[in-house]
């Protein structure tokens, strides 16, 4: 009985979470977490929820660090710590956490996602142009070419 409430709760929650009302998935997310309290994923999306409803950065990472302890393999933990540590502004461990997770989740395709957005990018070759304009893209792709032959990559 109480697994069912926990797991309502915790759908109610995160589709809160998915359409921005963090701040109202919070008490779903709270309640899930209390009714089943070693749910790595209840953990993990508490600690989310927690980073952006109410910036408490060391609770969320706490919670997010705990249940990607008692699950290594499962990406989306991985994905929730390197969100927590993003949105507090820690680009660096961010990406630690998504190398991590490629590490122990078998290269799962959303770590990889991830992992390019959080990479700094070079500025357009053509500055005046956009990134998505094809001169601008094909001279990208030879500025990366180059580069990778002379070993500067």
């Not at 697994?3 to 998915?18: C, H, I, P, Q, Y």
């Not at 927690?50 to 705990?66: F, M, N, V, Y």
């Not at 630690?96 to 996602?113: H, P």
């Amino acid at each position: 009985m109480m697994d069912t409430e926990a797991f309502r709760e915790f759908k109610t929650g995160l589709t809160l979470l998915r359409d921005n009302y963090a701040m109202k998935a919070l008490p779903h997310m709270k309640r899930a977490a209390d009714l089943d309290k070693n749910n790595p994923y209840y953990m993990s999306y508490l600690g989310v929820v927690l980073a952006r409803s109410e910036q408490k950065w060391g609770e969320a990472e706490r919670l997010c660090d705990a249940a990607v302890r008692m699950k290594r393999n499962q990406a989306q933990l991985y994905l929730n710590l390197a969100e927590v540590y993003a949105t507090a502004g820690r680009r660096d461990e961010a990406v630690e956490a998504l190398e991590s997770g490629l590490k122990f989740a078998r290269r799962d395709v959303r770590l990889t996602i991830a992992m390019n957005r959080l990479a700094e990018r070079r500025p357009p070759v053509l500055t005046f142009l956009t990134r998505r304009n094809p001169l601008n893209r094909q001279l990208g792709i030879l500025r990366h070419k180059t580069m990778q032959m002379f070993g500067q990559e």
